[in-house]
């Protein structure tokens, strides 16, 4: 197992000028990070291709790696012609993903907000479509020993029973899921539960944590709603709701042996978030080990 950390994490301060995706990779080692995973948010690696190589130097020479590249799309278009354009994007991305040299992919597929029609039904009518999309790139990214995943986030395929009649209807050895394991509490989901009925089809695990609070006051500033309507706001894990303790035994207890991938979104300065979060879960980890 590898700690590490999404550079989603340091986001903010990336949007800002205050760190660069290269001296991101710098902060994460000098606080312990063993990986990075890139998330291309204030910098843009389709428009500066040799940047990626650059990512893949540093990452190198301060003796971290770099684990899994996320990006986002979405499947569900109006027509052949953008359906089929969409695809090739992601391929597109594939590239630089082996440019990267990652050998573990998220790319999204839909995402709805809990005001549209989430439906189960509606899912399982999507579900063609979305099954020829994640086949043909799982069997595009083969050829560089790339393992392509789904994530639950994004409402319409956040549950793990979505997430996991996904990834067996795709049917692709290449092709699993990067494991949110707070994600699963925008839709409701006990995310114990969750993370037991999901790990053997995980390729990348995400540490998350929220707060949560019941659907009867109006929260403000920093919240936003789950499908059920319950608030949720991101806490420096540890922090937040989400049972970390048993979630990390259970990966643990799993036979789990890959990378554990930081994301923080709180309100606090990404930084001291991200920091105060690595610390957490390398106390989560050792207390797990020692049961």
């Known amino acids: 197992m590898k700690l590490g950390v999404s550079s ?3 986001a903010r301060a990336i949007k800002t000028g ?3 995706i290269l001296s991101a990779i710098d902060w994460i080692a000098d606080h312990g990070g063993e990986h990075i995973e890139i998330v291309p948010i204030g910098f843009n690696l389709t428009e500066d291709r040799q940047l990626a190589g650059q990512i893949r130097e540093k990452a190198a020479y301060v003796g971290i790696d770099v684990s899994n590249y996320a990006i986002g799309a979405n499947f569900l278009k109006n027509s052949p012609q953008e359906f089929r354009a969409e695809i090739e994007q992601v391929k597109l991305q594939v590239d630089i993903a082996a440019e990267l040299g990652v050998l573990l992919m998220r790319h999204d597929v839909a995402g709805k907000p809990p005001t549209d029609d989430i439906s189960l039904s509606s899912f399982e009518a999507d579900m063609p479509r979305l099954v020829e999309a994640c086949q043909e790139i799982a069997e595009y990214a083969q050829q560089y020993n790339i393992t ?3 994530e639950n986030h994004g409402f319409y395929i956040q549950s793990s029973e979505r997430v996991y009649r996904l990834v067996n209807k795709v049917n692709r050895s290449n092709f699993r899921t990067t494991l949110d394991v707070g994600n699963f509490l925008c839709v409701d989901e006990n995310p114990l539960l969750a993370v037991q009925r999901n790990i053997g089809i995980a390729s990348i695990v995400h540490l998350k944590d929220f707060y949560r609070r019941p659907p009867t006051v109006e929260l403000g500033e920093g ?3 789950s499908s059920g309507g319950y608030h949720l706001r991101g806490s420096i894990l540890g922090h937040g709701d989400v ?3 048993e979630i990390i035994k259970l990966v643990r207890g799993s036979g789990y ?8 979104e709180g309100l606090e300065e990404c930084r001291q978030g991200t920091r ?3 610390e957490q879960a390398r106390q989560l980890w050792a207390l797990a080990n020692s049961e």
């Open 148 to 150: 392509t995943s789904i």
């Open 8 to 10: 989603y994490s340091l």
């Open 18 to 20: 205050d760190l660069t």
């Open 257 to 264: 042996d890959g990378y554990l991938s930081l994301e923080f």
């Open 243 to 245: 049972n970390l303790t």
């Open 223 to 225: 919240w936003f709603k």
């Open 276 to 278: 105060m979060g690595l």
